[in-house]
């Protein structure tokens, strides 16, 4: 019995892309929605852009003094806290003409409005920076990130219960809606109305009665007993000094810029709540599966909308318990998700890159995360890594793709030929070895590669060499 020796077949050396996500094999096409028209009255977004450069200028200042005093990714710029280390701000302080306690609060501005990006002990200017006086949209995504971390740019009660301040955190968004519907002036009395009927419909929503006798326990302080109406108060000037509303006089208003944001947020829930998916309402494995079928900048606008409606911490943890699962594909979505979260999802990136199912996601999302482009990104991945990249991508191919897509998935490969290509397969160790490369020498129209492929694949399965 005789054998032909496989041909050495080069492959297309290709840079391989962070593979978020198969492609997959129907693109459906959704009926085109006119695009929204923001309230009348609401200013044409180079306004709207002067408008956040103008309340944005000090924390713009602060961050490009940074950029030229300290240079890009200069240490001794943070304290490993994200904030700002103390001969710098005394430094900055000096330079500038301002007080250090100014210094300070400019530059926490610029960290959230991601003007600058601190990482451990170094910072270095963000995009956002860059792109300041060219690209309008850049500085209202810049705003519009101040915007939705109100609540950690000015100091929170310290004599409040925290379930209570998180009780009404959760609830401002309801507020901010009214306020923008109102189009004007609203008394304070009616906006602490609504905020408790909101929270009590929170606490509603939560209750449980255990079931069972129970043990008797001393019972911590309950966020019922804290009153609203200081918690108001701080969550109102939270936003105005944030440029997204005026207080005083006892009366609310939104400014045009906090108006145009709650308009924005209130229209990408409702793109979500009308598109065919639904995903708004659905946990993240369920989300990542109805976006699976969409094209990228769709799938974007739903991983937004879904985040939107959820705390960012409890978010991410479901993204990356998702991401654990079987399913390659969604493994590869997750991470796509967790680019639109950004910064906030770091720490949580950081913590799975020792898990070796998530490790070359999260050393890629790391990479792109700290500047590198995304077509380089995957140089920061062993061969080892990268093979074990390849073997999940083609496993999320192999249950959602079509055959032609598993064979130009080969020209991916970082090694140049299909017998390296092979071996270090075989080395890698991924579970679904087997069943990619018997899926592969299936779909390969070479009937001497396909052998050689089948061919590793038994000595996958079998143990052999």
Not at 373 to 396: F, G, M, P, S, Y
Request: charged share 25%.
């Amino acid at each position: 019995m005789t054998s032909r020796i496989p041909r050495d077949s080069r492959l297309r050396l290709v840079r391989p892309r962070p593979l978020a996500a198969a492609p997959t094999a129907v693109n459906q096409r959704r009926p085109r929605r006119p695009a929204p028209r923001p309230p009348e009255g609401t200013p044409a977004p180079a306004e709207l852009a002067r408008m956040a450069r103008s309340h944005l200028a000090a924390a713009a200042r602060v961050a490009r003094w940074a950029d030229v005093a300290l240079g890009p990714g200069s240490d001794g710029a943070g304290d490993g806290k994200a904030t700002l280390a103390d001969t710098t701000a005394e430094r900055a302080a000096g330079d500038l003409g301002l007080t250090a306690a100014q210094v300070r609060a400019d530059w926490d501005t610029a960290r959230l409005a991601g003007l600058v990006e601190v990482h451990g002990d170094s910072a270095r200017p963000g995009w956002r920076l860059r792109a300041w006086d060219r690209d309008d949209s850049a500085v209202l995504r810049g705003w519009v990130a101040l915007f939705d971390a109100w609540s950690l740019a000015y100091p929170e009660p310290a004599d409040h219960e925290p379930a209570a301040v998180a009780e009404v955190v959760s609830a401002m968004p309801q507020v901010l809606s009214f306020l923008q519907l109102s189009a004007g002036p609203v008394p304070v009395e009616q906006l602490l109305d609504l905020l408790e009927q909101r929270v009590t419909e929170l606490r509603t929503e939560r209750c449980e009665i255990p079931y069972g006798p129970q043990p008797e326990r001393v019972e911590p302080p309950r966020s019922e007993d804290t009153p609203l109406a200081p918690l108001l108060d701080w969550a109102l000037h939270a936003l105005a000094s944030v440029g997204a509303l005026t207080y005083g006089d006892g009366h609310a208003t939104l400014t045009p810029l906090g108006s145009w944001a709650v308009w924005v947020k209130l229209e990408q829930i409702c793109v979500a709540a009308q598109s065919p998916a639904g995903n708004i309402e659905a946990v993240a494995e369920e989300m990542l599966r109805g976006c699976a079928q969409l094209r990228p900048n769709a799938a974007r606008a739903e991983y937004r909308a879904w985040l939107a409606a959820r705390p960012v911490g409890s978010a991410v943890t479901e993204l990356i318990a998702a991401a654990r699962g079987d399913d390659a594909l969604l493994r590869g979505l997750a991470f796509e998700a967790l680019r639109v979260v950004g910064a906030p999802a770091e720490p949580n990136v950081r913590a799975v890159a020792e898990e070796p199912t998530l490790r070359p996601y999260a050393l890629l999302w790391l990479a792109e995360h700290d500047g590198a482009d995304a077509e380089d990104a995957h140089e920061v991945l062993t061969r080892q890594e990268a093979t074990w990249l390849w073997v999940d991508t083609a496993a999320a191919v192999a249950d959602h793709g079509e055959a032609p897509m598993l064979v130009r998935h080969l020209e991916s490969a970082v090694q140049p030929t299909v017998p390296m290509l092979l071996d270090e397969v075989r080395a890698v160790g991924h579970p679904r070895t087997v069943q990619v490369l018997v899926a592969l020498a299936a779909a390969h129209p070479d009937p001497a590669l396909a052998k050689a492929v089948r061919r590793a694949a038994f000595q996958v399965h079998t143990g052999g060499s």
